[in-house]
C-alpha cells in the first residue's frame, strides 16, 4: 500500500512547535526519508538543530533559511520579500517530488501577515505528490490550514522562563 502523505500542524503560543517539528524529521531521516527544511522568519542564525541536522545526514536532509529575523524588529517590506522568496521555494520543494517530508516552519505567519493567501497556501498543499508529509509550525493557524490538516496539535503556554527574565539560552531554545 502506498504511503498516505499527512499535512501536521503545530500551532498555538506555547514552546515546543518547531521542536516538534525537527522531531519529525529526525525521526523521519532516521527511517531513511529524504526531507528538506524551509524555515520562514526566522534570521540567518545557525540554529542547534540546523548544524545538527547538515551535520549528521549530509545529502539526506536539506536545510533553508528563507527568514530576516523577528519580524517586529525589521522593515516589513524586507520580511515579505524573504517570506516570499521561501514560498517560492517552497512550491518548487514541494511539487519536484523529490522529498518524502517537508518541514515549513513558521509558515503560519505568511497567512497571518498577509504576504501568502490561504487558499494560494492550501491549493499547493492539494496538488502535493499524495505520498508527501507536511508539518507547519507558527502561532494562530488559520481556520482553513487547521480544517485542512490532518493532525493539529497546539502548544500552550503553562509556565515559561521568559517570564521570570531568563533569557534564551543555546541549547534550549537554539
Aim: hydrophobic letters at 45%.
Amino acid at each position: 500500500m502506498a504511503a498516505q502523505g499527512l499535512v501536521i500542524v503545530n500551532t498555538g503560543h506555547g514552546k515546543g512547535k518547531t521542536t516538534a517539528a525537527f522531531g519529525q524529521a529526525l525521526r523521519a531521516a532516521g527511517q531513511g526519508m529524504k526531507v528538506c527544511v524551509i524555515q520562514f522568519i526566522k534570521g540567518q542564525t545557525k540554529t542547534g538543530e540546523a548544524l545538527a541536522f547538515t551535520s549528521a545526514f549530509p545529502g539526506q536532509v536539506e536545510l533553508h533559511l528563507a527568514g530576516t529575523g523577528f519580524t517586529w524588529k525589521q522593515e516589513m517590506e524586507t520580511v515579505k520579500e524573504a517570506a516570499l522568496a521561501g514560498w517560492q521555494l517552497a512550491r518548487e520543494k514541494i511539487l519536484s517530488d523529490a522529498y518524502d517530508l517537508i518541514v515549513l516552519d513558521e509558515l503560519t505567519y505568511l497567512i497571518g501577515l498577509g504576504i501568502v493567501p490561504e487558499d494560494e497556501i492550501i491549493t499547493l498543499f492539494r496538488a502535493r505528490p499524495k505520498r508527501l508529509h507536511l508539518v507547519i509550525t507558527g502561532r494562530d493557524a488559520s481556520e482553513g490550514l487547521i480544517d485542512y490538516a490532518d493532525l493539529v496539535t497546539e502548544m500552550r503556554v503553562i509556565k515559561h522562563p521568559y517570564q521570570n527574565g531568563i533569557k534564551a539560552q543555546k541549547g534550549i531554545e537554539f
